[in-house]
T-cell receptor, first 116, second 110 residues
Framework: AQKITQTQPGMFVQEKEAVTLDCTYD???????LFWYKQPSSGEMIFLIY??????QNATEGRYSLNFQKARKSANLVISASQLGDSAMYFC?????????????FGAGTILRVKS | DSGVTQTPKHLITATGQRVTLRCSPR?????VYWYQQSLDQGLQFLIQ???????AKGNILERFSAQQFPDLHSELNLSSLELGDSALYFC?????????FGEGSRLTVL
């Protein structure tokens, strides 16, 4: 079963506007973590933001914030004041607790294009 | 710079050949993870090592093997290569939280 679903294959946003990238997840583990990574065209994977399942507040890191809705099992990434350099592939990922360590399961990704 | 080092960055080889990808984790990180990123499969978890021991196994083919050495560096061995093995292979390391990825090794099988 798909554990991480990113339903938007591609998104466009105007420079300086905000954009929301969707992510839903599926787990029965009460302890889990949700991550967002950015992959620019150069290929490297850049960690953006993390949300733990027990965190009471939504995570924020600069222009990135995570809209965590636990009951809906969604962890959407919000990028405010988009910049041209934000154009990249964005991956949502989940880590589950238990015996399998810290491995992350990734969604299929969303390509974001910022227009000037 | 994530602190994770992968070599080689690019590799071109022929079908049937064998290659070894190398990864040095961030200083102090005991866990190493290998991922394969191909166009049609996305980012697939292959295998995890923790302090020299295999911890978790994902969609890793029998033609592939890995190990983690006492100095914590890891190697991913890919043998009997097929065209479909062409992909970007990532190594990542972690302490307690997020994974830090290397820049990847891009393998092209001709």
């Amino acid at each position: 079963a798909q554990k991480i679903t990113q339903t938007q294959p591609g998104m466009f946003v105007q420079e300086k506007e905000a954009v929301t990238l969707d992510c839903t997840y599926d787990t029965s583990d009460p302890s889990y973590g949700l991550f967002w990574y950015k992959q620019p065209s150069s290929g490297e994977m850049i960690f953006l933001i993390y949300q733990g399942s027990y965190d009471q507040q939504n995570a924020t890191e600069g222009r990135y914030s995570l809209n965590f809705q636990k009951a809906r099992k969604s962890a959407n990434l919000v990028i405010s004041a988009s910049q041209l350099g934000d154009s990249a592939m964005y991956f949502c990922a989940m880590r589950e607790g238990g015996e399998y360590g810290n491995k992350l399961v990734f969604g299929a990704g969303t390509i974001l294009r910022v227009k000037s | 710079d994530s602190g994770v080092t992968q070599t080689p960055k690019h590799l071109i080889t022929a079908t049937g050949q064998r290659v070894t990808l190398r990864c040095s984790p961030r200083s102090g990180d005991l866990s190493v993870y290998w991922y394969q990123q191909s166009l049609d499969q996305g980012l697939q978890f292959l295998i995890q090592y923790y302090n020299g021991e295999e911890r978790a196994k994902g969609n890793i083919l029998e033609r592939f093997s890995a190990q983690q050495f006492p100095d914590l560096h890891s190697e991913l061995n890919l043998s009997s290569l097929e065209l479909g093995d062409s992909a970007l292979y990532f190594c990542a390391s972690s302490g307690q939280g997020e994974l830090f990825f290397g820049e990847g090794s891009r393998l092209t099988v001709l």
